[in-house]
């Protein structure tokens, strides 16, 4: 056992049924999301890319759309992580950053059920004015900070696992989630005009990070 709590001889993987499907459903829905995303940012009432933020496409006529986006990204987190307890080794850090993975889709999820606050149009930022848009506003900080910490932890365990082709995606795209999150704080504090740039790059990161790793879990089945 080393410092970081893993095994110096890398457990095999365990085949377990359903790993491929698991990991493809995680891939394409990842996918999806992003596709969602933008059909629903060239719909009315066309939110602006730059200045709102992505959950404000869950107000309006099409609202109901993003809220089962949000619904579909828990269900493909969930699919990555159960895809991913797969390999091997089994160890703290992967346990750490799979359950911490596991929360932050919980927190997805529950977006669909606490609506944001719009800001007016003069005003734009995160300024919630009701107790739903201040709990919407603590759940999606809490997941993309959840998503951040279980992909730098995840990211460390595959450059050891059974995935080691997995690891310099996964490295250059958690970096981009953590540049897009010190971004969303920088911009929600002092220049709100560029919040929903800062999170659209935040969640470039996090999807990406996603579809990477489970290109490499499908790859690596298939090979087996």
């Known amino acids: 056992m080393n410092a970081g709590g893993e095994s110096s001889v ?23 999301y992003v596709l969602v995303d933008v059909v629903l940012q060239l719909l009315p009432p066309h939110y602006s890319l730059i200045s709102e933020a992505e959950s404000n496409l869950a107000v309006g006529p099409y609202g109901w759309i993003m809220n089962l986006n949000f619904l579909a990204r828990g269900v493909v987190t969930l699919c990555a992580v159960a895809a991913l307890s797969s390999f091997g080794p089994r160890s703290r850090l992967r346990q750490a950053g799979l359950a911490l993975m596991l929360f932050a889709g919980v927190c997805s999820a529950a977006l669909a059920f606490l609506p944001t606050d719009i800001p007016p149009a003069d005003a734009p930022g995160l300024a919630p004015t009701t107790a739903l848009g201040a ?28 995935l080691p082709r997995a690891y310099p995606a996964a490295a250059w795209l958690t970096g981009v989630a953590a540049v897009g999150l010190v971004s969303l704080g920088v911009t929600a504090a002092i220049a709100p005009g560029l ?22 879990v499908v790859r690596a089945v298939r090979r087996r």
């Open 10 to 32: 890398p457990a095999r993987f365990t085949g377990r049924p359903g790993t491929r499907l698991l990991a493809t459903v995680a891939l394409v829905g990842a996918v999806l």
């Open 135 to 162: 709990a919407h506003l603590i759940v999606a900080a809490a997941g993309f900070v959840a998503a951040l910490v279980a992909f730098a932890l995840l990211t460390g365990w595959l450059r050891g696992s059974e």
């Open 195 to 216: 919040l929903g740039l800062a999170e659209r790059v935040c969640l470039a990161g996090v999807l990406g990070w996603v579809i990477a790793v489970s290109i490499a």
